[in-house]
């Protein structure tokens, strides 16, 4: 079976960057047409889905949010990175990285294969 881990600092400042890792263990993120995807969800919201990488190397983020996002991939270590700039208060949330199908990517149920989550909150 397919794993997923988030890692990264919990604690950003405001104005920093926020930069996760994503590990996958169990399948490789260079095979099969999935969308390996970031999403968060800030307390007492819904999901929110940031954007995806596809096993090319196709990278997709909503526009609310594409200024300051980068989503890239190291396939040597079989991983993919969220990076967010310009963090504020805002981007406080429980971020979560996932394996779903495309017909399933920005769906409010948690389709797919998810990474147990890591808050990171922004903080001064």
């Known amino acids: 079976q397919v794993q997923l881990r988030e890692s990264g600092p919990g604690l950003v400042k405001p104005s920093q960057t926020l930069s996760l890792t994503c590990t996958v263990s169990?399948?490789?993120?260079?095979?099969?047409?999935?969308?390996w995807s970031w999403i968060r969800q800030a307390p007492g919201k819904g999901l929110e889905w940031i954007g995806y990488?596809?096993?090319?190397?196709?990278?997709y983020v909503r526009p609310s949010l594409k200024s300051r996002t980068s989503i890239s991939r190291d396939t040597s270590k079989n991983q993919f990175i969220l990076q967010l700039s310009s963090v504020t208060a805002e981007d406080t949330a429980v971020y979560y990285c996932?394996?779903?199908?495309?017909?399933?990517?920005?769906?409010?149920?948690?389709?797919?294969?998810w990474g147990q989550g890591t808050q990171v909150t922004v903080s001064s």
């Open positions: 990488i596809t096993r090319s190397g196709n990278t």
């Open positions: 169990g399948g490789s993120i260079t095979m099969d047409d999935y969308c």
């Open positions: 996932a394996r779903v199908n495309p017909s399933q990517y920005g769906s409010h149920l948690r389709f797919g294969s």
